[in-house]
Nanobody
Framework: QVQLVESGGGLVQAGGSLRLSCVRS????????MGWYRQAPGKEREFVAA????????SYADSVKGRFTVSGDNAKNTVYLQMNSLKPEDTAIYYC?????????????WGQGTQVTVSS
């Protein structure tokens, strides 16, 4: 069973930065991706960014391109989300995700979520 544990959320002013971390434990597959989704109050959970674990390819939602950067550290089984130029509309619970096919399908595993609040 894959387990994901996030950290790094918090309160920040608009224009500020935060970095989220997600540590993975448990069995691994040859090809998978890890990334981030978010869910704002009253809205559906949406894709934010992902990175393929084998090749390092990345994928981003249009709303965060140029502001957020997803990266991974294989040695630490950790994926990061560097969030810059944060906006109030980025306020949400951010969930780490693990998909068994790179950039395809719904995540098979989720973290518990970490709150990000951006004040105006």
């Amino acid at each position: 069973q894959v387990q994901l544990v996030e950290s790094g959320g918090g309160l920040v002013q608009a224009g500020g930065s935060l970095r989220l971390s997600c540590v993975r434990s448990g069995p691994t597959l040859r090809n998978y991706d890890m990334g981030w989704y978010r869910q704002a109050p009253g809205k559906e959970r949406e894709f934010v960014a992902a990175i393929s674990w084998s090749g390092g390819s990345t994928s981003y939602a249009d709303s965060v391109k140029g502001r957020f950067t997803v990266s991974g550290d294989n040695a630490k089984n950790t994926v990061y989300l560097q969030m810059n130029s944060l906006k109030p509309e980025d306020t949400a619970i951010y969930y780490c995700s693990y998909r068994v096919r790179v950039f395809d399908g719904a995540p098979a595993y989720w973290g518990q979520g970490t709150q990000v609040t951006v004040s105006s």
